[in-house]
């Protein structure tokens, strides 16, 4: 497996453009299914959950090509209704071929998702939302089995706004017959570029961004071109880069409205950061104190931050304590940081900080995809050398990290442990 070897102590500087949200651009791919006709995505960002996704959708029978960050899906031909184990169990996100396949062809079997071992995502909140449009389920032997004789529209209050829940009922309840309206729902900027997607195609959806939102069903949709809007956790990743480091890394391409509360914590930490129309600076002296944080949906503290903003508040002065609202399993990392010098105890959903530490290079492995981010930003700032294995947890959702962090001044290498590279793949 491929691994990071990082030589510390080195401020970061320059610029970095922010790629496309993986967190958008997976959905979009689903719900390119919608329609027999071909859909066209920019600014997808090459990384491996964007090329599982695109299996996934060529096994189940579309054409998908993929130029740069331009991808072109093409569902015309005759859609297959299963979702395989061996594809799902690599990604969560591949949940969301549910809704779109319902859709379109009153039926869907999808394998029980994998992915990031963060903790559980409650699928619940898809399927009970799914029979509310009339869906029929059946769960076992590890997989989902839904269908429809044709769905209807309803009221549906989630019980917690799950952003996947939100996305698969959005899907669903497009062509559903009569008026959807979900309440409760997750308000996430990813949800309104879906929203715009949906829409572009032929949809009726009102309210997305806030906790109602209305969808009033249609007979058919047609093929689109968007542009998937920016990733606001890779933007916020290089702004802790620049902090841990003592550096001053101008992120280009996001607007600093999708990280406002990540910008108000930074600034309570004594990192300065600067806004733009359509960026962010930030810079850092290392005189820093410790906070309190809490994950929460959107527009709460982002959880897939948390891991990297607890590398902040180990170089901090005094003790913050950090709530995770959102995965219960996302502390799994706190061990690895710890073995680079953190002081930081776990109890229960609780992470209190214990500030002021040095980081001092050892090995480390990533346990999940935001849990690497942070412990290569320890090792930007630790003395000596890191070693970062099981990266491959970091290429799910970091385009050319390594080569985005070189440009800043790092000094960083990615090393094979096989003839053929994992991020040649990405190129």
């Not at 791919?29 to 066209?40: E, G």
């Not at 001053?248 to 990540?262: A, C, D, K, M, T």
């Not at 180990?314 to 995770?324: C, D, K, N, P, Y």
Request: net charge negative.
């Amino acid at each position: 497996m491929a691994k990071y070897l990082i030589t510390g102590g080195v401020p970061l500087a320059g610029k970095v453009r922010i790629s496309g949200a993986k967190n958008s651009a997976l959905k979009l791919m689903a719900a390119s299914l919608l329609s027999p006709r071909k859909s066209i995505l920019h600014n997808v960002p090459l990384i491996q959950d964007v090329f599982t996704m695109a299996d996934v959708l060529r096994e189940l029978g579309a054409e998908v090509s993929i130029d740069s960050d331009r991808v072109e899906i093409d569902p015309s031909g005759e859609l297959q209704d299963t979702a395989p184990y061996e594809l799902v169990r690599r990604m969560r996100a591949s949940i969301l071929v549910m809704g779109p396949l319902l859709a379109r062809l009153k039926r869907a079997r999808v394998a029980m998702p994998g992915g990031c071992n963060i903790g559980p995502r409650h699928i619940n909140f898809h399927l009970n939302g799914l029979e509310k449009l009339g869906a029929r389920i059946n769960v076992g032997h590890g997989f989902i089995n839904v269908a429809a004789n044709r769905l209807t529209g309803d009221a549906i209050s989630l019980d917690y706004p799950s952003v996947g829940a939100t996305e698969n009922l959005m899907m669903a309840a497009v062509t559903a017959r009569g008026r959807t309206v979900i309440e409760s729902a997750a308000r996430e900027p990813e949800i309104i570029d879906l929203a715009k997607f949906l829409t572009s195609m032929g949809a009726s959806i009102s309210g997305a961004g806030t906790s109602t939102i209305v969808i009033d069903g249609v007979e058919e949709l047609e093929g689109a071109t968007h542009t998937v809007i920016p990733d606001r956790i890779e933007a916020g990743t290089y702004m802790l880069a620049a902090a841990v480091t003592n550096g001053e890394i101008e992120v280009e391409g996001i607007s600093p409205r999708y990280l406002e509360l990540f910008i108000s914590k930074l600034r309570a930490v004594g990192v300065q950061v600067k806004e733009f129309d359509n960026g962010v600076s930030c810079s850092g002296d290392g005189d820093y104190s410790g906070t309190d944080i809490a994950t929460l949906p959107y527009p709460g503290f982002p959880t897939d931050l948390q891991a990297p903003v607890i590398v902040l508040l180990s170089l901090a002065q005094g003790h913050s304590i950090v709530t995770e609202n959102v995965f219960e399993n996302r502390f799994t990392f706190v061990d690895e940081l710890n073995r680079l010098g953190a002081n930081v105890q776990t109890s229960g959903h609780h992470a209190v900080v214990h500030g002021g530490c040095h980081f001092e290079g050892t090995i480390v492995e990533a346990t999940d995809l935001r849990a690497g981010a942070g412990l290569v930003l320890a090792g930007l700032a630790a003395s000596g050398q890191t070693e970062v294995r099981r990266i491959g947890h970091i290429d799910r959702g970091y385009e050319y990290f390594e080569h985005k962090l070189q440009a800043l001044g790092a000094d960083i290498e990615r090393v094979e442990s096989s003839k053929r590279s994992p991020s040649a793949s990405l190129t």
